[in-house]
């Protein structure tokens, strides 16, 4: 293995990273704009307000999200994995 396999390795694990994280991420920042508008809007200002609807939103897309993330990381691994001659 040379370097630039691996540098490729490197870049492919990366993108499934950032791939894979990102619809977490994107439900928690929509939830976390959302109540902060609901907290500017009312004048709430409770910090803890926040925690449960990112703790939620972020749930709710593991749960429709999950199964593509799986098969993304599963593929990476196989690819992977099955690159690796035989000795």
Do not use: H
Not at 19 to 30: A, R
Not at 46 to 60: F, N, Q, R
């Amino acid at each position: 293995m040379n370097q630039t396999e691996i540098l490729e390795l490197g870049r492919q694990a990366m993108m499934i990273a950032l791939q894979t994280c990102m619809p977490i991420l994107l439900f928690g920042l929509v939830a976390g704009v959302l109540v902060s508008v609901f907290q500017a809007v009312t004048q709430i200002q409770e910090m803890t307000l926040t925690y449960i609807p990112k703790l939620l939103a972020g749930a709710l897309a593991l749960v429709l999200f999950g199964g593509w993330m799986l098969n993304q990381l599963v593929d990476f691994t196989s690819r992977t994995l099955g690159g690796i001659p035989p000795r």
